[in-house]
């Protein structure tokens, strides 16, 4: 008598799969609440600390500069361009953004090159750099360090040449569904935008208590 055995079938709000369980979707529980809170509070502390410094310290500072100096002069006067600065940081940006996108266009056509332009060019920074060592008076640590490093590095090229058709295939398609989901590129973009955006609030604070300071 044929028995047939029952596919393991799993139904729930996020459709049917006939490969078991699927995927756990649930929200994840955090694990670090007591740091998440302390860097909370870190964070409003230095924003507090910048306002404060800046909106109440600075004027009277600034009102009492010609008379705590012999000179007529602001001593934490800058002629830094600020709004250079800034253009700078927003064109450094833009000119990342494109790049990336011209690179994912890149290594979707050209992966099996890009691998292996990289090993072997790998392979040959540490070769220059043994020359170098060769040619310098006293580079012998340094040639010795140059060739042992290539050595190693030509090793390992041979030992995964045969799975760099799979590695490049499977950075064909990882490129292909960045550039066709684009949600990690905006939260890599996002997170740029906050880091700069701190950058920028801590480097006003850290300035503002050094003027301030006595």
């Known amino acids: 008598m044929q028995q047939h055995a029952t596919p393991l079938v799993t139904t729930n709000e996020f459709g049917e799969s006939d490969i078991g369980k699927r995927l756990d979707y649930s929200a994840p529980k955090y694990r670090d609440p007591f740091f998440a809170v302390l860097y909370l509070v870190h964070v409003l502390v230095v924003l507090a600390a910048g306002i404060y410094i800046w909106a109440v310290s600075w004027p009277d500072i600034q009102n009492n500069t010609d008379s705590d100096t012999d000179t007529d002069t602001d001593p934490w006067s800058t002629s830094l361009d600020f709004g250079g600065i800034v253009a700078g940081i927003i064109g450094t940006m833009v000119v990342g953004v494109l790049f990336g996108i011209c690179w994912l266009q890149v290594m979707k056509k050209f992966a099996m090159t890009i691998i292996k332009g990289m090993l072997f060019f790998n392979i040959g920074i540490w070769v220059v750099v043994g020359l170098i060592g060769v040619f310098m008076p006293y580079g012998l640590s340094l040639a010795v360090v140059g060739f042992i490093l290539a050595a190693i590095y030509a090793l ?57 300071a006595p």
């Open 156 to 212: 390992y090229t041979w030992c995964i040449w045969s799975r760099i058709p799979f590695a490049s295939v499977m950075l064909s398609i990882a490129s292909t569904i960045v550039s066709r989901f684009q949600g990690t590129i905006c939260i890599s973009l996002s997170v740029v935008v906050f880091n700069v955006l701190w950058l920028i609030v801590w480097a006003s604070c850290a300035v503002a208590y050094f003027v301030t």
